[in-house]
């Protein structure tokens, strides 16, 4: 059975492969590389995990952590997926190993849960418009505003 906790400092390592992974190109192009993660528009994503509006959670099966979903607050035009400051951006990801598996909609509406209790009203994501999760997100209650930079800007208002 899925569980989960909070993303905390400590996941700091596992938040880096988790970006990475999150970091979707349509097929059949894989992975990026490794050295994108130090590229300053994909850094603001995971640096310093920890900070005030930083929200995660982790999944864990059969006690080893699959996947992460986390919002960071960013300052308003900051961000692939910048609304405004007061906006979080989402960000997504399981090991491959477990992907299409069901756990996605769980996890992601466990960090959405925790972003209205920390008081926030609205997430945003970018995707790319072949990736199959656009059906995970909408499913969440994300729904497309437009495009940008050729990917999906999705925003769910929370309750």
């Known amino acids: 059975m899925i569980k989960f906790r909070s993303l905390t400092p400590d996941d700091q390592e596992q938040l880096w492969d988790w970006l990475h992974i999150a970091l979707w190109d349509p097929p059949p192009a894989g992975l990026r590389p490794r050295e994108v993660l130090d590229e300053p528009g994909v850094r603001i994503y995971a640096e310093d995990w920890g900070r005030e509006g930083d929200i995660g959670v982790v999944a864990v099966l059969d006690g080893r952590d ?3 979903c986390w919002t960071r607050l960013l300052p308003d035009g900051v961000g692939l997926a910048s609304v405004d400051d007061k906006t979080l951006q989402l960000g997504i ?3 491959p190993e477990q ?9 992601m509406m466990a960090a959405l849960s925790a972003a209205a209790s920390a008081g926030f009203r609205q997430v945003s994501l970018t995707v790319h418009p072949e ?3 656009v059906h995970l997100y909408e499913r969440c209650g994300f729904e497309k505003s437009g495009l940008r930079n050729g990917y999906y800007l999705m925003i ?3 309750a």
């Open 66 to 68: 699959i996947g992460a």
């Open 156 to 158: 769910c208002r929370l």
């Open 99 to 107: 992907q299409r598996k069901g756990f996605g909609t769980p996890m």
């Open 131 to 133: 990736n199959p999760a």
């Open 93 to 95: 990801a399981l090991v």
